[in-house]
């Protein structure tokens, strides 16, 4: 069954709008991945809920990597 979540296209277009806007000065994604990295000093809930919104469509585009590779190796193994 082909869902939107399994579409590669769905994915990767809703991980480049999603996941990096707003794009300027830099990608949103990239400033929360750094501020975590930092020691997210002064997160709030509200920035962590930022930061799970614009990774989940990374979250999805991982999901069907590993999907894609274990399938692979299935068939390889057959």
């Known amino acids: 069954m082909k869902t939107f979540i399994n579409d590669w296209r769905f994915v990767v277009l809703i ?3 999603l996941g990096f806007a ?3 000065p830099e990608p949103h994604i990239v400033g929360k991945i750094r501020w975590i990295a930092g020691g997210a000093v002064g997160m ?3 920035d962590w809920f930022d930061f ?3 990774a989940w469509p990374f979250a999805l585009l991982i999901r069907l990597g590993v999907l894609a590779i274990l399938r692979k190796r ?3 193994s057959q």
């Open 22 to 24: 707003p794009f300027f």
């Open 52 to 54: 799970f919104w614009h």
């Open 44 to 46: 709030k809930p509200i």
């Open 74 to 76: 299935k068939t390889a």
């Open 15 to 17: 991980s480049l709008m």
